[in-house]
T-cell receptor
C-alpha cells in the first residue's frame, strides 16, 4: 500500500484559494489518487479522483505531476463551510485513510 | 433517491454484550465496507464485502464480524463488546472495480459507547 503524507492542519481565509499537497512516493502503477472531505459528525464525502495530469470538477481541482509521487488538491475561493478534514488516499481496491488535513477557514 | 442508512445512530451497551449495527444501501452496490473512527483520528477499515456471501477482514478486524446475505445489507456484529470498541462506526458502499471502487458513499455513522 502506498503511504501518504499530508499536513496535519492548515488555516485560510474566506475567498482565498487553498492548496493541500499530499506526498505518495511509492505509488504503484495502477493506483488512483482520491480525496475525501469530512465534516464533524458526518461520514467522509468523495471530492475528486485522478490518475495523472489535472482533473477538475465543480468542487475542486486535482493536480498530479508526471512522476505521480505527489498530488495537490486545490479549492478555489474557500468559504467558512469548507472548514473540514481532507483525506488523501492512494490505491486501487485497497484504500487506507490517514489522519487527514484539518482545514480551518477564517472570516 | 438512493441512499445508505445506518441504525441505530447512537447505542450504549455494557461490556461483554453482543451488539449488531445495521447498514442498508439502496444503490445496488456490490462493495460494502465498515470503518471505525476514534476521536481525532482517521478511519480504520474493519471488514469489507465485494458481493453476496463474500466477506474479508480489514486492518482491524479482531472482535468484529460481518455477514452478507443480500446486496443491500452488511450488518456488523461485536461478539463481546469491550470498552476499547467505543467509537463511531461508518458504513460505506461503492460500485465494483477500479476507480469506481474508490468513490465510496458513506452512511451517517453510529456512535457506540461501551460501558
Amino acid at each position: 500500500l502506498a503511504k501518504t503524507t499530508q499536513p496535519i492542519s492548515m488555516d485560510s481565509y474566506e475567498g482565498q484559494e487553498v492548496n493541500i499537497t499530499c506526498s505518495h512516493n511509492n505509488i504503484a502503477t495502477n493506483d488512483y489518487i482520491t480525496w475525501y472531505q469530512q465534516f464533524p459528525s458526518q461520514g467522509p464525502r468523495f471530492i475528486i479522483q485522478g490518475y495523472k495530469t489535472k482533473v477538475t470538477n465543480e468542487v475542486a481541482s486535482l493536480f498530479i505531476p508526471a512522476d505521480r509521487k505527489s498530488s495537490t488538491l486545490s479549492l478555489p475561493r474557500v468559504s467558512l463551510s469548507d472548514t473540514a478534514v481532507y483525506y488523501c488516499l492512494v490505491g486501487n481496491n485497497d484504500m487506507r485513510f490517514g489522519a487527514g488535513t484539518r482545514l480551518t477557514v477564517k472570516p | 433517491d438512493a441512499e445508505i442508512t445506518q441504525s441505530p445512530r447512537h447505542k450504549i451497551t455494557e461490556t461483554g454484550r453482543q451488539v449488531t449495527l445495521a447498514c442498508h444501501q439502496t444503490w445496488n452496490h456490490n462493495n460494502m465496507f465498515w470503518y471505525r473512527q476514534d476521536l481525532g483520528h482517521g478511519l480504520r477499515l474493519l471488514h469489507y464485502s465485494y458481493g453476496v456471501q463474500d466477506t474479508n477482514k480489514g486492518e482491524v478486524s479482531d472482535g468484529y464480524s460481518v455477514s452478507r446475505s443480500n446486496t443491500e445489507d452488511l450488518p456488523l456484529t461485536l461478539e463481546s463488546a469491550a470498552s476499547s470498541q467505543t467509537s463511531v462506526y461508518f458504513c460505506a458502499s461503492s460500485e465494483s472495480g477500479g476507480a469506481s471502487y474508490n468513490e465510496q458513499f458513506f452512511g451517517p455513522g453510529t456512535r457506540l459507547t461501551v460501558l
